[in-house]
């Protein structure tokens, strides 16, 4: 018996998007990506750091708020005009914000809330950004020929975090944010089903990205001894594989997948 061909093979005739491409977990994807033969574009907003990696790995670099839609709409127009359709999309653009529901101000002993302006920000970066990336792609996508006979057309990646059921204090709208990447997650993948879609959520641990860089060494080891195997921060080069292998699984759909060391994160 024939074997039929099943899901997606990353190679030279795949393009793929990646969010946050420039550096840190989507830096390394679009680099394992490029590694594999896809043709890489790299979404972000840092014009001298996404222009170098993109570079770097053989990709473009498309400059892209992805909270803002015109901007999105712009991006996704060049990409397709300088490298195809895309077939693989990965959303790790994100931002975090460390504020608690409410404050004690030093000065005056006065108790202040958390103002919404910063709490929208996140919001919209990490929550509505995904969901328009994954919108307008899907859109896109549905349009394009089955890539094999189980009819698959394209993947989206989401990322999350463990703080999307395990926030900490001062996580209150970075955890929101997460916890509706997760949430919209199964829902997106059963609208898409029909057109041969699928559609998974990362959601790392402690991985040493640049939302770091502000941290001492001792910081840092100390959050590293926090994770119960292996002790350590993780390398965005296993977020990166692990992104690559939902690609390549036809059975991964609708799935959100802790990538954690077996960490539950302690209330501060």
């Known amino acids: ?4 061909k099943r899901a997606m093979k990353l190679s030279s005739n795949i393009v793929a998007i990646v969010t946050g491409g ?3 977990l989507g830096g390394a994807t679009a680099k394992a990506l490029a590694e594999r033969g896809v043709k890489g574009a790299v979404f972000d907003l840092n014009e001298n750091v996404g222009k170098a990696h993109a570079e770097a790995i053989g990709g473009r670099y498309f400059r892209c708020d992805v909270s803002n839609e015109a901007s999105v709409d712009e991006a996704l127009e060049a990409s397709r005009k300088s490298l195809g359709s895309e077939r693989v999309l990965v959303n790790c653009a994100g931002i975090a914000i460390a504020k608690r529901v409410t404050r004690k101000v030093k000065e005056t002993g006065a108790i202040e809330p958390h103002d919404l302006a910063s709490f929208s920000k996140v919001i919209q970066v990490n929550l509505i ?10 859109a896109h996508m549905q349009s394009l020929a089955p890539l094999d006979k189980d009819g698959e057309r394209g993947v989206m990646i989401n990322t999350a975090s463990v703080a999307a059921t395990d926030g900490q204090i001062g996580q209150v709208a970075y955890a929101a944010s997460k916890g509706g990447v ?5 829902p997106i993948a059963r609208d898409l089903a029909q057109s041969g879609i699928r559609v998974c959520t990362i959601m790392p641990g402690l991985f040493l990205t640049p939302m770091f860089d502000s941290l001492s060494e001792e910081a840092k080891q100390s959050l590293a001894a926090s994770v119960p195997f292996p002790s350590r921060l993780g390398d965005p080069a296993e977020y990166a594989a692990l992104a690559c292998h939902i690609c390549e699984n036809a059975m991964l759909n609708g799935e959100a997948i802790r990538l ?3 960490i539950r994160m302690a209330p501060r």
């Open 182 to 186: 997760l949430g919209m997650t199964l």
């Open 260 to 262: 954690d060391g077996a």
């Open 22 to 24: 420039a550096s840190g």
């Open 129 to 138: 950004g995904t969901f328009l990336m994954i919108a307008k792609s899907a």
């Open 1 to 4: 018996m024939k074997e039929r």
